[in-house]
């Protein structure tokens, strides 16, 4: 059975940085798109940035490429998102999903599509 495990979430300030970790456990996902979804209080989940089985990216946002980076290990069946100049507005529970086809579709939505999910990282943004 798939599992996967978020975890590199925490308390941080205005402008700061995290690192945010997908691990993956259960089968490989080397031909896996790995994509980052974030769901804020009161308000639907939505996809940030996902990354094909080929080392192609998609961002959800412009201004989530600016200040976000995913990147994945396929010998540690991990993959990363690095967040930086956090904002109070990224305060949300970030999520890790895996499907196995391209992500491009999911990440511009709430990603209902992803066939496995974590049970997520809590990230706050505050002073």
């Known amino acids: 059975q798939p599992h996967i495990v978020e975890s590199g979430g925490g308390l941080v300030q205005p402008g700061g940085s995290l690192r945010l970790s997908c691990a993956v456990s259960g089968f490989t996902v080397d031909h896996f798109s790995i994509g980052w979804f974030r769901q804020a209080p009161g308000k639907e989940r939505e996809g940030v940035s996902c990354i094909g089985s080929r080392g192609d990216i998609t961002n959800a946002a412009d201004s989530v490429k600016a200040r976000f980076t995913i990147s994945r290990d396929y010998a540690k069946n991990t993959a990363y998102l690095q967040m930086n100049g956090l904002e109070p507005e990224d305060t949300a529970v970030y999520y890790c999903?895996?499907?196995?086809?391209?992500?491009?579709?999911?990440?511009?939505?709430?990603?209902?599509?992803?066939?496995?999910w974590g049970k997520g990282t809590l990230v706050t943004v505050s002073s």
């Open positions: 999903a895996v499907v196995r086809a391209n992500c491009w579709y999911e990440i511009k939505s709430s990603g209902d599509g992803m066939d496995y």
